[in-house]
T-cell receptor, first 113, second 113 residues
């Protein structure tokens, strides 16, 4: 199995631009989680899906953030407009059932200038 | 609500020495407990997990952890560390009927020759 796939691995953009992060979960997993990791705040859960349906988005910091899961094999996290304080590493993770082991992708390092 | 505390932000040990990383959780019922490791620039990888049964859990890379209900702890141990163990270690707790995992703030492990 290829594991959780995230793209791009690195993204550098300017303030005000739209950023789209992509995730392909492990086939057969029914939960998908988006996290953000920073030095100051550690690992934060932004949103999670069960069977492609958003269950809890209480961790999404602002309306500038949105996430979708149009099918079982693809999810996006969009930031529009981006701001320098959005600079962080964004992880996608998937699991079979929950709570259960979450398999993490390699992350997307976002830098907003 | 569940919570987890990793009291040690940074630990330095000599190669070949034993290691114990502390994790304390707060949850009324039996928790679901996890230890993850994160190497620089990578995602989190599961070392071991505890759901029920034997309170001493064996994981990958020679790690083990012991669940102690009376102390609300799930400490990670390794009898002899290798330079490749240098990484960040995260403890996480989940609960039945709660699909989210709560992660600790992490412990950074440095290995000296």
């Amino acid at each position: 199995d290829a594991g959780v796939i995230q793209s791009p691995r690195h993204e550098v953009t300017e303030m005000g631009q739209e950023v789209t992060l992509r995730c392909k979960p492990i086939s057969g997993h029914d939960y998908l989680f988006w996290y953000r990791q920073t030095m100051m705040r550690g690992l934060e859960l932004l949103i999670y899906f069960n069977n492609n349906v958003p269950i809890d988005d209480s961790g999404m910091p602002e309306d500038r953030f949105s996430a979708k899961m149009p099918n079982a094999s693809f999810s996006t996290l969009k930031i529009q407009p981006s701001e320098p304080r959005d600079s962080a590493v964004y992880f996608c993770a998937s699991s079979l059932g929950s709570p259960n082991e979450q398999f993490f992708g390699p992350g997307t390092r976002l830098t907003v200038l | 609500a569940q919570s987890v505390t990793q009291p040690d932000i940074h630990i330095t040990v000599s190669e070949g020495a034993s290691l114990e990383l502390r994790c304390n959780y707060s949850y009324g019922a039996t928790p679901y407990l996890f230890w993850y490791v994160q190497s620089p620039g990578q995602g989190l990888q599961l070392l071991l997990k505890y759901f029920s049964g034997d309170t001493l859990v064996q994981g990958i890379k020679g790690f083990e952890a012991e669940f102690k209900r009376s102390q609300s702890s799930f400490n990670l141990r390794k009898p002899s560390v290798h330079w490749s163990d240098a990484a960040e270690y995260f403890c996480a707790v989940g609960a039945e009927r709660n699909e989210k995992l709560t992660f600790g703030t992490g412990t950074r492990l440095t290995i000296i020759p």
